[in-house]
């Protein structure tokens, strides 16, 4: 029952290739958000009820349980790959990517030894040293891991940098210590820091917020001042995060700025650049994050801005040795013909042992459209976010947030007057777009500009129509919200 024969299986491939093809194809015909997933709850009794069937008391065919999965995704789920899905850094993924995640699933190579997938091990080094390269870092003397995604990377960067600066926490513990470790983020960072300090044994107290400027990017003055006065009370800073191209509002804290102050204080400088990081691969953009190689570590999201499948995040950092400090344990159950070799087992540099080959979807996809495809990708989701700020206000909106990234936030900027900058009008908006099935936008609460819509270009296949679709159901669903009685 585990293994079909042959006859079977060549269907099964025709019939999931076709799958996938229809999918590709059609996707932009559907409603973004499926009417059930809009329901709440009765999108999660729709879908209880559609599970219940499968007991696995009573096996069914290859073909009929495909299909459950493939019926089952067309409707419900928000559909990411949409072109008018204006989401939170999902994005539609490259025919090679989905290509590399079958192929590996297939192979099912064992990333965690490196003579037992030394392809595998060797792409993703490659990989490393090519990356490594465009973000300014020497090739030859950055080490890096890939990781599950972002959360995990900039978990890597805490425990990375925790572990250099204080080298006896592996062995006895943050108990040790005589001062408790402090980092510092920007209102604006991911909250992926919190949960790493939470799991780290830090404790979310442990999480500085700097203040930001009125464009919501880090103060370096700021940040220095409060290392300084942690430091007197006797305080331990270890770790600033710059982050390149923030979740809500794509800004990026001035990262240069930032290098020096904590090379003067003697921290570890993280760059967050997950999402904004892919401006580094087009020369004209690379401006933009000036600077982020002199940061000790970056976190790159291949799954977001290179539009491979998810889970694809990249760790890199300039201080050789430090990965195989914070993580390498000795297993003799292991292979370990990777010592003799002089290269690095992967499990050892990295937080999982067990691993996918998660480089293969961004190897594929890079080896084929090139940097310069890349580059021509991010230069036109760039360009419609202009195109989008443009629309936008000559739709009578108000740009709040102020990014070159194509991720817009806005509140209505005409009759509305107060009301229409509220939390409810701004949510009502955004509920009425997802909704209608036309677009995907979400909102997000901005600083001192508050409650605000927020869309994002995700999409390499996103075009000017769907931009102008975008303002088009936002203006019908700001009309709706007037028209309603007691607004
Ligand atoms: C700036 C930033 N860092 C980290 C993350 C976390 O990445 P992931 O969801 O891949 O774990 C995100 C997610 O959107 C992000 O925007």
């Not at 390498?328 to 499990?347: H, I, Q």
């Not at 594929?364 to 036109?380: D, K, M, P, T």
């Not at 909102?443 to 500009?449: D, R, T």
């Amino acid at each position: 029952m585990l293994m079909q024969d042959a006859e079977t299986r060549r269907a099964l491939w025709d019939r999931l290739a076709a799958a996938i093809e229809k999918y590709l194809n059609g996707v932009s015909e559907a409603r973004v958000a499926p009417e059930l997933i809009v329901g709440g709850m009765d999108g999660m009794g729709a879908i209880r009820e559609a599970l219940a069937p499968f007991d696995f008391e009573r096996p069914v065919a290859p073909a009929e349980a495909l299909d459950f999965a493939v019926d089952g995704l067309w409707r419900w789920q928000v559909h990411t790959p949409h072109p008018r899905y204006f989401g939170l850094f999902n994005p539609a993924t490259t025919p090679m990517g989905i290509a590399a995640d079958a192929l590996v699933a297939a192979f099912n190579p064992q990333l965690a030894a490196w003579s037992h997938s030394p392809l595998a091990a060797e792409v993703e080094q490659h990989l490393v040293r090519a990356f490594a390269g465009r973000f300014g870092f020497d090739p030859g003397r950055t080490e890096g891991t890939f990781t599950s995604g972002g959360a995990e990377a900039n978990h890597t960067a805490l425990v990375t940098a925790l572990n250099r600066a204080f080298p006896e926490i592996g062995r006895r513990g943050l108990l040790a210590l005589r001062s408790q470790p402090i980092l510092y983020v920007s209102p604006e960072a991911h909250h992926s820091f919190l949960k790493a300090a939470r799991l780290s044994g830090l404790g979310t107290e442990a999480v500085r917020e700097v203040r930001v400027d009125s464009s919501l990017r880090m103060i370096p003055e700021d940040l220095r001042t409060r290392i300084r006065e942690d430091r007197e009370a006797g305080l331990a800073p270890f770790l600033v995060v710059a982050t390149l191209g923030s979740t809500s509002a794509g800004v990026v804290d001035p990262v240069a700025d930032l290098a020096q102050v904590a090379d003067e204080e003697g921290v570890w400088l993280h760059a967050d650049a997950a999402w904004g990081g892919a401006v580094a691969l087009v020369p004209e953009l690379h401006g933009v994050i000036e600077g982020i190689a002199r940061a000790s570590s970056i976190t790159f999201d291949a799954h977001k801005w290179l539009s491979v499948p998810m889970g694809a995040g990249l760790y890199l950092t300039r201080h050789a040795g430090i990965l195989e400090r914070t993580f390498r344990v000795s297993a003799r159950y292991m292979p370990r013909e990777a010592a003799s070799l002089g290269v690095a087992d992967p499990y050892a540099h990295s937080m999982q042992w067990s691993r996918r080959f998660i480089g293969l979807k961004v190897f594929l996809s890079l080896a084929v459209a090139g940097w310069e495809g890349y580059a021509e990708a991010i230069r036109h989701q760039t360009a419609m976010g202009d195109l989008l700020r443009q629309r936008l206000r000559e739709a009578g909106w108000v740009v709040v947030n102020d990014t070159p990234l194509p991720v817009v936030c806005f509140v209505d900027g005409g009759g509305g007057g107060r009301a229409g900058r509220s939390a409810a009008f701004v949510e009502g908006v955004a509920q009425e777009v997802v909704g209608s099935g036309e677009a995907w936008i979400s909102s997000v609460v901005l600083g001192e500009v508050g409650p605000a819509l927020r869309a994002c270009i995700t999409n390499y296949r996103t075009g000017q129509e769907d931009v102008e679709a975008l303002v088009a159901s936002l203006g019908r669903a700001r009309e709706r919200l007037w028209s309603r009685p007691g607004s």
